[in-house]
């Protein structure tokens, strides 16, 4: 069971736009923390795609942003391709003093 | 621009203890924290703990303390995450991962080491 709480999968079609929540509590997002999110493509490492809630770093197209509300976070994918078919995970802190993850979502290109 | 690479994959007995290491090359290493995330099969990411090596300070994840031990040695810029009283559910891809500076996010992650606990 998963700190932070994520869909399982989302899915969509080349071109639309996606969101993957991510869900935490008042010893987490909620009390402040930042949220980051990571790509994973099978078999490699995940990759970071935004941090700090919202910023991207340097090389990830703006096509992928991040915001943050209360408790949770969102990532957003708009022009969907078929390379962003990969697993995503958002992290935080919380104040048991752990870095703690989402379970992941799969995201489907159909 | 900073590379991490870990050492190979290994199979271990439960009760055993493993060791991996996780070398840092292309840049500066003292400053930035490591951690140790890992992955089961088929399951999510779960952070172990950190490291600060300029430091020696480290602090671990609640679930892992007593059986998790990370250090750092600057000389060579390679942090170690040793993991002991092995069992099967240990089995899982582990890697480290750079703080990026300012951030608990981790931005430079190594290419994982594969722990296969079997007996």
């Known amino acids: 069971q998963s700190v932070l709480t994520q869909p399982p999968s989302v899915s969509g079609a080349p071109g639309q736009r996606v969101t993957i929540s991510c869900t935490g509590s008042s010893s987490n997002i909620g009390a402040g923390y930042d949220v980051h999110w990571y790509q994973q493509l099978p078999g490699t490492a995940p990759k970071l795609l935004i941090y700090g809630n919202s910023n991207r770093p340097s090389g990830v197209p703006d096509r992928f942003s991040g915001s943050k509300s209360g408790t949770s976070a969102s990532l957003a994918i708009t022009g969907l391709q078929a390379e962003d078919e990969a697993d995503y995970y958002c992290q935080s802190y919380d104040s048991s003093l752990s870095e703690v993850f989402g379970g992941g979502t799969k995201l489907t290109v159909l | ?119």
Do not use: H
């Open chain 2, 1 to 119: 621009q900073v590379q991490l690479v870990q050492s190979g994959a290994e199979v271990k007995k439960p009760g055993s203890s493993v060791k991996v290491s996780c070398k840092a090359s292309g840049g500066t290493f003292s400053s930035y924290a490591i951690s140790w995330v890992r992955q089961a099969p088929g399951q999510g990411l779960e952070w172990m703990g950190r490291i600060i090596p300029i430091l020696g300070i480290a602090n671990y994840a609640q679930k892992f303390q007593g059986r998790v031990t990370i250090t750092a040695d600057k000389s060579t810029s390679t942090a170690y995450m040793e993991l002991s009283s092995l069992r099967s559910e240990d089995t899982a891809v582990y890697y480290c991962a750079r703080d990026l500076r300012g951030s608990t996010a981790f931005d430079i992650w190594g290419q994982g080491t594969m722990v296969t606990v079997s007996s």
